[in-house]
C-alpha cells in the first residue's frame, strides 16, 4: 500500500489480513391475524481480523529524511449482541371503526465489546538531510513502541415511533422518530499507544407522504426530516 500518498515511492506498507466472522439472528413473531402484530429476536455478531504490517521507507522529522523499516502485528476481535421487539397495532382493527391508522414502534438493546493488541517494532538505519540526499550517514535507531493493547465495551438502546394513516386508499401519510447508533472501536496511535473512537449516535424525525394514482402508474412521495 502506497503509505504517503504520492506519485514517489517514500513510504510503502505491506498487508496481510486473515479474517473470520461469525453472524446470526433468531426470530420469533406473531401470526399477524389481529390489531397487534409483533416480533422479536436476538443478534449476535464476532467478527475476528489479524493484519501483519510490513513497513519500508522514508520518514521526515526534525529535518532529516530518514530511511525506516518495521512489522506491526494487529489483532482485533469485535462482539456484537442484541436483542430487540418491534410492534403494530391498528387502531380501527382494534375498535372496529374509525380512521385507518396504526401505531408502530420499536427498541433495541445493544451492547459490543472490541479488543485490539499488537506488537509495534519499527528501526532506523540510516538517515539524510533534507534537500541533501548525497549527505547519508548511518542512524542506527530502535523506534520501536513495544506491545500494545486495549478492551472497550459500549452499550445503547435504540428504538423507532410512530404513526401512519391511510387516509384514503392509495395514499397514506405518517411521522415517525428513530434513534440510531454506531458502536466505538480501538485504534493505535502515534505513541503506540491505544486510542479510542467513541460511539457514533444519530436522532431522526420524519413526516412524509406516500402515495399512488392513476391505476397505480403514477407514484407521489414525499418527506421532510430532521437529523
Known amino acids: ?24 439472528e433468531f426470530r420469533v413473531s406473531s401470526q399477524g391475524d389481529g390489531a397487534l402484530s409483533w416480533i422479536a429476536g436476538v443478534f449476535y455478531s464476532d467478527f475476528d481480523m489479524d493484519v501483519d504490517v510490513a513497513l519500508q521507507g522514508i520518514a521526515i522529522d526534525s529535518g532529516l529524511a530518514i530511511n525506516l523499516t518495521g512489522n506491526t502485528p494487529q489483532s482485533t476481535d469485535n462482539e456484537a449482541r442484541a436483542a430487540f421487539l418491534s410492534m403494530e397495532y391498528n387502531l380501527a382493527q382494534a375498535l372496529g371503526s374509525g380512521p385507518d391508522v396504526v401505531l408502530f414502534g420499536g427498541v433495541r438493546e445493544n451492547k459490543d465489546k472490541t479488543k485490539l493488541s499488537g506488537d509495534q517494532q519499527l528501526f532506523s538505519s540510516t538517515a539524510f538531510p533534507l534537500g541533501a540526499p548525497s549527505a547519508t550517514f548511518p542512524l542506527p535507531l530502535d523506534l520501536s513502541k513495544g506491545a500494545f493493547s486495549g478492551s472497550e465495551n459500549f452499550s445503547k438502546t435504540t428504538g423507532e415511533f410512530g404513526a401512519r394513516w391511510n387516509f384514503i386508499e392509495n395514499a397514506m401519510v405518517y411521522a415517525k422518530y428513530a434513534n440510531g447508533y454506531k458502536a466505538g472501536k480501538l485504534q493505535q496511535v502515534v505513541d503506540g499507544s491505544v486510542g479510542k473512537v467513541e460511539p457514533e449516535q444519530l436522532d431522526a424525525y420524519e413526516i412524509g407522504l406516500k402515495s399512488r394514482w392513476l391505476d397505480n402508474s403514477l407514484q407521489l412521495n414525499a418527506a421532510v426530516f430532521y437529523y
Open 1 to 24: 500500500i502506497d503509505a504517503d500518498g504520492t506519485e514517489v515511492v517514500i513510504l510503502d506498507t505491506l498487508n496481510e489480513f486473515d479474517r473470520h466472522q461469525t453472524t446470526g
